[in-house]
């Protein structure tokens, strides 16, 4: 939604829903009262945001929720519940999920985990969004050889595979880490990576949007009154490219996670004994057909985690765009 | 000096009898004594100390399902118990187990025992007559075949790793560069004399079951030896019952070994059953490489001719073991696990703490972690059974009046009073120093890992735990002692042959910490407990060398250079239609010249 510029209304009955009849008589609806009237509307998108929210407030209070279950922690190890075999038990009143191959309750290890898959994806996401924003902006911009560079060098991180390099960061930089212990595996570099490989999906279009935004006649004028480039491009340009952005960066957050639990599955994301989905689901692969539990709990939550997500972003792109959703 | 005699066994047998009665048994399973002095076994299961070693028929093909590929076929690099399953069906070394045994080597390319001298410093031994090459060499195999085998050990281009270890004490064997070693002499056709420059005959001819001592012919082998690395595997004939398929030249890479994919054991044309004591029953054995193992496994529960070659895997042995007994076998003697605790570097450094560490360890939850008692044995000392020594050494229960060893589900206050006279008085550690851990990332090596990270914590120790693969655990960081790393709690060890100094020496004698490829893991150099292995290592007369290496033993027990996690019994799975013979000693696989199909 432009701030200077006029509202687009292609239908008539578009109208009404930009109005509102209060005391003082019509007046328009604030963008914030728009959106939240169009995704109300939408239950996918309201289920999905109610359990995001769910999940925040899981992960914010993981150790009030566990203690209030009265569950073990997560990192407590209980081997008299493996069977003879060293099999893992399954779900029981005392361990209503199960327990792992270590017995540690997996309920409590799947509350847990919650807090680093959204911590990766919303702190991963955040990171490439900034970057990938600040960049695209200026790539689409100048235009030029500052545009040929940044595209060139989106090209070349797009190029690389970005599992592979966790593969390798994970194998060069293990037991003592790299750069005097700067790099470790774990969730700082899963982090750096998510980032590090998102920003140019991002950068990519916000370039596209900001090519067709510069020729405007909003930015003309700014140039006009002489405004600095800096002033165009964050104060005109960018609050135009505020709804893509968002929902942008709300598909990013499932995508970091599912980067994350693929690291951690591979063994180079987060280390143990710290509860991680990805993880989890590793470790109950090779004995999915006698521990069945081990295996779908973890994966179950990170299956209506990153589905959520997805269509809160697909719920959000149509209250943010609604003539897209036509 | 000669071989164990029987009624020496016998004896061994009987005690060990009396001694496992009175350690009794649980779980469902019990510990019995076998033909196989000191050897435990698991009532209801098949092993190799039970099973029928005639053919049951003769003929067909055995399909095997391997994950891992081989590491060496060339008899002269192998070291490796997958690449020991197809060499020693395909070869002939001096000497040779049958399955049943581990300490009672069978003449196999020899004639007869070899014959030591009283001073320890010459073997004499006869070749036997009648053994051929396989095509495309086929001539009768001398004494000058074996002599280039033994040989070849010292070819840089050939690299065999224990050629040092055990035939350096041959006469011109330290300056030895692939050429003729002055110490290994062919009088005539049928007879090697064997010199050395130390009284380390017995040790030497014990050495002789190695596959290095199969035959080797030079004017076919030695234009492949000149190459870096040599490629004679690739073209190597046969003396055993079986062969690599190959070409008319001899080429075996790409026709009966496709690496990564597969392996074809046919029978050699010119051996002959009236000259060896192997049976052959099989006429093909079809190696398929590659998969995961749960899967492999259950894909051998279910087939016919079928079985799997390396051990089953946690996941399935429940199901086998309930649900298919008669299609697992489990052999004892499948090599040891423990800790490697670094005494050279770090907090470990104190006695005290080690046997605080040995004190907290919660043993049988590691050993349920693995499988349980089906598969594992609580290991109190490092002589395991089969070893020379493993009764003198103290038997199932360890040497006596070593409180740390005494309580295998861990003993916290025990392990604190340690950490007290360790110089902490509250009984945690307060050092502050980080103790690494570097683990392999596969089961149950992980969740070990993790346990033992758990067990150290709670003593107020700070560690960074990090899984690797298991063969970047051991080259990159837990064989290289300038990395010093605190713990490795994933090392195993597998003896060479039966004798007990190939348990202990090079893992514990302070003269064998290597730059690299070390395998002495804790870095261990106690000049009390070098010397009385480098004593051991001169004795002769296999119940002397038993006695000084359990001597060892109890010392390296004493002062907590290690700890010992558990002696493996290895699991087997062999399909409905398949005998299938596991071996006592190379962990116990299969045995591919006893196996047969019903």
Same mark, same amino acid.
């Given at each position: ?51 995001? @929210? &769910? ?56 509350? $847990? ?14 990171? *490439? ?9 200026? *790539?689409?911009? $100048? ?67 900001? &090519? ?32 893509? !952005?968002?929902?942008?960066?709300? #598909? ?10 693929? &690291? ?5 994301? !987060? ?9 989890? @689901? ?19 939550? &990170?299956?209506?985690?990153? #589905? ?10 149509? *209250? ?7 | ?47 190799? =100390? ?25 008899? %002269? ?23 049943? =045994?581990?300490?009672?080597? =069978?003449?196999?390319? /020899? ?42 050990? /010292? ?22 560069? %692939? ?83 597969? /392996? ?69 003697? %499948? ?24 004190? /907290? ?61 360790? %110089? ?38 700070? =560690? ?135």
């Amino acid at each position: 939604m432009s701030t200077t510029g006029a509202q687009e209304i292609a239908q008539p009955d578009e109208a009404l829903e930009y109005l509102e009849l209060g005391e003082a008589g019509v007046t328009a609806r604030s963008p914030l009262a728009l959106f939240w009237r169009r995704i109300r509307k939408d239950r996918v998108a309201m289920v999905s945001l109610g359990f995001v @929210i &769910l999940l925040i407030l899981v992960a914010i209070f993981a150790p009030l929720i566990v203690s209030i279950l009265g569950l073990p922690g997560p990192y407590k190890q209980d081997l008299k519940l493996l069977g003879p075999f060293g099999e893992p038990t399954g779900p029981t009143s005392a361990n209503p999920l199960g327990v792992d191959n270590l017995g540690r309750d997996i309920l409590s290890r799947v509350i $847990y985990g919650s807090r680093v898959s959204l911590m990766v994806g919303l702190i991963g996401a955040f990171i *490439a969004t900034t970057i990938g924003v600040t960049v695209g902006l200026m *790539a689409g911009f $100048y235009r030029g050889w500052t545009d040929t560079l940044i595209s060139r060098a989106m090209d070349v991180i797009l190029s690389i595979p970005l599992l592979l390099l966790g593969l390798g960061v994970g194998a060069a930089c293990s037991v003592k880490g790299c750069l005097g212990g700067l790099i470790e595996p774990g969730m700082p570099v899963i982090i750096f990576l998510i980032a590090f490989g998102a920003w140019p999906f991002v950068a990519r279009i916000v370039r596209g949007l900001v &090519l067709s935004m510069r020729e405007r006649e909003f930015v003309e004028a700014s140039r006009a009154l002489g405004a600095s480039d800096a002033r165009i491009m964050f104060r005109e340009i960018l609050p135009n490219l505020t709804a893509p !952005i968002i929902v942008y960066a709300s #598909l990013l957050i499932p995508t970091a996670i599912g980067i994350e639990a693929a &690291l951690s599955f591979l063994g180079i994301g !987060i280390r143990p004994p710290t509860a991680s989905w990805g993880q989890m @689901i590793a470790d109950a692969t090779p004995i999915f057909s006698s521990a069945w539990w081990y295996f779908t709990f973890p994966g179950l939550a &990170l299956l209506l985690t990153v #589905l959520a997500f997805n269509l809160l972003g697909d719920g959000l792109q149509d *209250a943010l765009s609604p003539r897209n959703a036509r | 000096m000669r071989w164990l005699r029987p009624i020496g066994a016998l004896a061994l047998v009987a005690a060990f009898g009396l001694l496992l009665a009175a350690c009794g048994s649980s779980g469902g399973s019990s510990s019995s004594t076998s033909s196989e002095s000191s050897v435990p076994t698991v009532a209801g299961f098949k092993s190799p =100390t039970n099973e029928k070693l005639s053919c049951v028929t003769k003929g067909g093909t055995l399909n095997v399902l391997q994950e891992n590929d081989f590491e060496h076929l060339d008899p %002269g690099i192998a070291y490796y118990s997958t690449d020991y399953m197809v060499v020693f069906a395909t070869q002939r070394p001096l000497y040779s187990n049958k399955p049943n =045994t581990a300490s009672e080597p =069978t003449a196999d390319m /020899a004639a007869g025992p070899p014959e030591i001298s009283s001073n320890n410093e010459e073997i004499k031994i006869k070749i036997r007559e009648g053994v051929h090459f396989s095509p495309p060499v086929n001539r009768e195999v001398t004494s000058e075949d074996v002599a280039y085998a033994i040989d070849r050990g /010292a070819n840089p281009n050939v690299a065999n790793p224990y050629f040092q270890s055990y035939f350096s004490a041959i006469e011109g064997a330290e300056k030895a560069t %692939g050429g003729p070693i002055p110490g290994v002499k062919t009088p005539n056709k049928h007879e090697l004399v064997i010199k050395l420059d130390q009284p380390q005959g017995q040790i030497v001819a014990d050495a002789l079951v190695l596959p290095l001592t199969a035959a080797v012919p030079k004017e076919y082998a030695e234009k492949f030896d000149k190459n870096k690395p040599s490629n004679y595997g690739s073209y190597q004939v046969a003396t055993g019952p079986y062969m690599l398929k190959n070409n008319a030249e001899g080429k075996v890479l790409g026709i009966g070994y496709i690496p990564g994919k597969s /392996a074809t054991l046919i029978r050699n044309p010119n051996w002959k059953a009236s000259t060896d004591y192997r049976p052959a029953c099989l006429n093909e054995i079809n190696i398929k490489i590659g998969g995961t193992g749960t899967v492999l496994a259950e894909q051998v529960l279910n087939s016919t001719n079928d079985v799997l070659a390396e051990g089953v895997p946690s996941s399935v042995l429940k199901t086998a073991a309930t649900q298919h007994k008669e299609q697992l076998e489990l052999s004892p003697g %499948g090599g040891m696990h423990y800790i490697g605790v670094n005494n050279k570097v770090g907090p470990f450094k104190n006695e005290d703490l080690r046997k605080a560490f040995w004190a /907290a360890l919660n043993k049988e939850a590691l050993n349920k972690l693995a499988g349980g008692k089906l598969v594992t044995i609580n290991a109190t000392h490092w002589i395991y059974p089969t070893i020379s020594g493993f009764e003198q050494a103290g038997g199932l229960k360890g040497p006596s009046g070593v409180d740390y060893n005494e309580h295998p589900e861990g003993d916290q206050k025990l392990a604190e009073e340690y950490v007290k006279k360790a %110089g902490y008085p509250s009984g945690k550690y307060t050092g502050g120093e980080q103790i690494s851990i570097v683990a392999a990332n596969g089961p149950p090596a992980k969740e070990r890992a993790e346990v033992i990270n758990e067990t150290l914590k709670n003593l107020g120790f700070n =560690t960074k735990l990090s899984l690797e693969e298991t063969a970047t655990m051991y080259g990159k960081y837990c064989n290289v002692p300038k990395e010093e790393i605190t713990v490795c709690p994933s090392v195993g060890w597998i003896a060479d042959f039966a004798d007990a100094q190939t348990v202990l020496n090079i893992t514990f004698n302070g003269k064998y910490i290597n730059a690299t490829g070390n395998v002495n893991w804790s870095q261990a150099n106690n000049p009390e407990i070098n010397a009385a292995m480098d004593k051991a290592v001169t004795i002769s007369g296999r119940s002397a060398r038993a006695t000084a290496w359990a001597e060892a033993d109890k010392k390296i027990v004493e002062h907590a250079l290690a700890i010992p996690i558990e002696w493996d019994n290895q699991p087997n799975l062999e399909g409905t239609g398949v005998n299938g013979v596991g071996q006592l000693w190379n962990i116990g696989s299969w045995d591919y010249a006893w196996t047969s199909l019903k």
